[in-house]
């Protein structure tokens, strides 16, 4: 419902959750759903407005400068080299430009630092963005916007004041059994039962990072292609040897290894 007003309301939709529910895979989806062009923003600490909107290719403007007239005044060379031609956009000053129907993703926003989410405002509420030497770029189609966060921090009141809101969690026990079902061809429905209920298992624990529905999949093909079968389902011996498909931290393997009593 929130994706589906988004679009009708034209408005961004932040999407949040733990890592690993599908929160980016939305995206991906609207965009295959929509026929439109997925522009992806990868947020990471340290981004700044030279990745994320633009930059001006200065080595070009050098050149330009250096190939300039001597007795060129200044005035008119500033002019010359601050125009598109110099221009590198980058995805949020991309998808605002774009003519066609566009999905712009920013992803893992709580990843950037606070100030980033300045740099975004604009973006959320007006749909354009401002090159004090060119003036403002408006969208002439508006992108559907989607930021996932994987909630490791609060975002600022100013950037969730311009967005709707839906909050993804895994999905329940049935649900899960049928995406992997569906993702592993092949797979007996007890054997991605077994798969489900294990992963269940490990995400009550207190770890330093569940398991995510992707690793859910792929530990149900890594079981498959080692002849675990829904008849026998997998042993405790194969379920330890593979937990490093689903667990990446040493802390986490010994601590699934004692709760879930594999020896």
């Avoid at 989806?29 to 001006?56: I, K, N, P, S, T």
């Avoid at 080299?81 to 893992?108: H, K, Q």
């Avoid at 999905?171 to 991605?192: H, K, N, T, W, Y």
């Avoid at 080692?226 to 042993?235: E, I, P, Q, T």
Wanted: charged share 30%.
């Amino acid at each position: 419902m929130s994706t589906y007003l988004a679009g009708e309301l034209g408005k961004p939709l932040l999407v949040e959750g733990p890592a690993g529910v599908g929160k980016t895979e939305l995206a991906k989806a609207v965009a295959a759903a929509c026929d439109a062009e997925l522009v992806r923003l990868q947020c990471y600490e340290g981004l700044d407005e030279a990745r994320a909107l633009y930059e001006w290719n200065y080595k070009k403007q050098l050149l330009r400068i250096q190939a300039a007239p001597e007795d060129r005044d200044w005035d008119a060379t500033h002019d010359d080299i601050f125009t598109e031609d110099f221009l590198l956009s980058r995805p949020l000053l991309t998808a605002i430009r774009r003519d066609g129907a566009t999905v712009l993703l920013i992803d893992e926003v709580d990843k950037t630092d606070i100030e980033v989410e300045g740099l975004l405002l604009e973006v959320l509420s007006d749909f354009q963005v401002t090159i004090p030497e060119l003036g403002t770029v408006t969208a002439t189609r508006r992108p559907f916007v989607l930021l996932t966060s994987n909630a490791t921090r609060e975002l600022s009141e100013a950037v969730k004041r311009r967005c709707l809101y839906l909050h993804l969690d895994y999905p329940d026990s049935e649900r899960e059994r049928e995406i992997v079902e569906s993702r592993v061809p092949g797979i007996d429905s007890r054997l991605a039962a077994q798969v489900v209920d294990v992963v269940g298992r490990l995400r009550d624990l207190d770890l330093k990072k569940s398991p995510s529905l992707a690793e859910s999949v792929d530990w149900a093909r890594t079981l498959l292609a080692l002849g675990a079968s829904g008849r026998k389902g997998a042993d405790d011996a194969t379920i330890k040897a593979t937990l490093g498909v689903v667990l990446k931290h040493r802390s986490d393997l010994d601590k699934a290894v004692r709760e879930l009593k594999l020896g």
